[in-house]
Nanobody
Framework: QVQLVESGGGLVQAGGSLRLSCAASGSIFRFNAMGWYRQAPGKQRELVALIYSDGNTKYADSVKGRFTISRDIPKNTVYLQMNSLKPEDTAVYYC????????WGQGTQVTVSS
């Protein structure tokens, strides 16, 4: 059973920073990719950033240059460093992992005040 546990969300002023963590139960090399998605009220869940098993990354245009996804393999953890936060970044952020199946964390709230 795969578990993904997110942490690091919270309330921050516009222009501030937060770092989200996603701890996986077991080796993250089991997954083809891991990433972060977000869902704002009344909107569909959208991709924020991905990191593939080979280390390549992918970002949504809206966060390029501000967010960085990374991983710590010995700790089985993926991170999302979020800088220059904007009110429109406010959402529930979900960790995602994929191999033959899709796995989701429970989500962590990020609120950016103007």
């Amino acid at each position: 059973q795969v578990q993904l546990v997110e942490s690091g969300g919270g309330l921050v002023q516009a222009g501030g920073s937060l770092r989200l963590s996603c701890a996986a139960s077991g080796s993250i090399f089991r997954f083809n990719a891991m990433g972060w998605y977000r869902q704002a009220p009344g909107k569909q869940r959208e991709l924020v950033a991905l990191i593939y098993s080979d280390g390549n990354t992918k970002y949504a245009d809206s966060v390029k240059g501000r967010f960085t996804i990374s991983r710590d393999i010995p700790k089985n953890t993926v991170y999302l460093q979020m800088n220059s936060l904007k009110p429109e970044d406010t959402a529930v952020y979900y960790c995602h992992a994929k191999n033959w199946y899709d796995y989701w964390g429970q989500g962590t709230q990020v609120t950016v005040s103007s």
